[in-house]
């Protein structure tokens, strides 16, 4: 049946399906859970790479996500709820995030058609970030497996023994490379999305927050080796006591710990 005289007339529009909201909800969602994954992993960067400032310094870290300085005795468990829910919010965001991914071949050669005549960096950026993101799929999904059902196995030796002879080193040098360009191009994206940082000139603020990116994702790469080389050396140098478990000089064994 023909609208056209209706709708003009404005018989039906009540009627019209109305638009959506889902869409623009789904992309604030991944917005926020990108943003707070973001925030996370530059958190997650400096507690890991305290084994740079020394074992004791690693070793106190780790304590303290166990509660081990508030509750008096360690609580791996705890490091398992923030694990499961750091788990939850990636795959809350991988799941929305499939949405941008080109859904058939046509979807995908058009978009590399676009890309190539564009040769605009933002949409290779884009590109970048889709190929990391799907990458981490599979990457994260290890990793926070293993920390979730195995909390209790973080410290200087046991990651160390884990990156040297444990076979996890492959996996974390990928992941490394894949999470930082990730999220370094995330959070850009989001800031000129968002529009946050704009100046007057919105080029100008542009240019400055790509340089800001880079300066940023440089800076976490650095770290992120130098973290990988340090936990990489520990595990070499502990490599015939399988299982060794540090303990800080200055510790005085809790008496609850022996209990448990
Ligand atoms: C609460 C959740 C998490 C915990 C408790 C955690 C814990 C750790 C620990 C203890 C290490 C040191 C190596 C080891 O012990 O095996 C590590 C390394 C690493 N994690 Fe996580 N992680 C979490 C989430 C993530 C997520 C979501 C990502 C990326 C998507 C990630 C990426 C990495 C990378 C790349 C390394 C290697 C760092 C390096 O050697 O430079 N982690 N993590």
């Given at each position: 049946?023909?609208?056209?005289?209706?709708?003009?007339?404005?018989?039906?529009?009540?009627?019209?399906p109305r638009k959506?909201?889902?869409p623009a909800r789904m992309d604030l969602a991944q917005s926020l859970t990108g943003l707070a994954l973001g925030l996370f992993m530059w958190g997650h960067m400096f507690f890991v790479s305290s084994i740079l400032l020394g074992k004791d310094a690693m070793w106190t870290i780790t304590k303290f996500f166990e509660g081990y300085f508030i509750l008096g005795t360690a609580y791996p468990g705890?490091?398992?709820v923030v694990v499961?829910?750091?788990f939850a919010l990636v795959i809350v965001h991988a799941f929305l995030a499939m949405r941008k991914f080109p859904a058939n071949y046509q979807q995908y050669r058009t978009f590399m058609?676009?890309?190539?005549?564009?040769?605009?960096?933002?949409?290779?950026?884009?590109?970048?970030q889709a190929l990391t993101g799907f990458l981490l799929f599979f990457l994260a999904a290890v990793h926070l497996y293993q920390m979730m059902m195995h909390p209790?196995?973080?410290g200087p030796y046991q990651s160390g023994e884990r990156i040297w002879s444990g076979g996890w080193g492959p996996l974390y040098i990928v992941m490394l490379l894949a999470v930082e360009f990730h999220g370094g191009i995330g959070l850009y994206r989001l800031a000129v999305k968002w529009g946050w940082f704009e100046g007057k000139d919105a080029?100008?603020?542009?240019?400055?927050?790509?340089?800001?990116?880079?300066?940023?994702?440089?800076?976490?790469?650095a770290l992120g080796v130098a973290t990988f080389v340090a936990y990489a050396k520990i595990g070499y140098q502990i490599r015939d006591q399988k299982g060794a478990v540090y303990t800080p000089s200055w510790v005085v064994p809790n008496p609850m710990e022996k209990a448990k």
């Amino acid at each position: 049946m023909d609208s056209t005289p209706n709708v003009i007339a404005g018989v039906g529009l009540a009627d019209r399906p109305r638009k959506s909201r889902w869409p623009a909800r789904m992309d604030l969602a991944q917005s926020l859970t990108g943003l707070a994954l973001g925030l996370f992993m530059w958190g997650h960067m400096f507690f890991v790479s305290s084994i740079l400032l020394g074992k004791d310094a690693m070793w106190t870290i780790t304590k303290f996500f166990e509660g081990y300085f508030i509750l008096g005795t360690a609580y791996p468990g705890i490091v398992s709820v923030v694990v499961a829910t750091v788990f939850a919010l990636v795959i809350v965001h991988a799941f929305l995030a499939m949405r941008k991914f080109p859904a058939n071949y046509q979807q995908y050669r058009t978009f590399m058609g676009h890309r190539k005549l564009m040769a605009h960096e933002d949409t290779t950026l884009w590109w970048v970030q889709a190929l990391t993101g799907f990458l981490l799929f599979f990457l994260a999904a290890v990793h926070l497996y293993q920390m979730m059902m195995h909390p209790g196995d973080i410290g200087p030796y046991q990651s160390g023994e884990r990156i040297w002879s444990g076979g996890w080193g492959p996996l974390y040098i990928v992941m490394l490379l894949a999470v930082e360009f990730h999220g370094g191009i995330g959070l850009y994206r989001l800031a000129v999305k968002w529009g946050w940082f704009e100046g007057k000139d919105a080029n100008a603020s542009r240019k400055r927050l790509k340089t800001l990116k880079w300066v940023l994702t440089a800076f976490f790469l650095a770290l992120g080796v130098a973290t990988f080389v340090a936990y990489a050396k520990i595990g070499y140098q502990i490599r015939d006591q399988k299982g060794a478990v540090y303990t800080p000089s200055w510790v005085v064994p809790n008496p609850m710990e022996k209990a448990k």
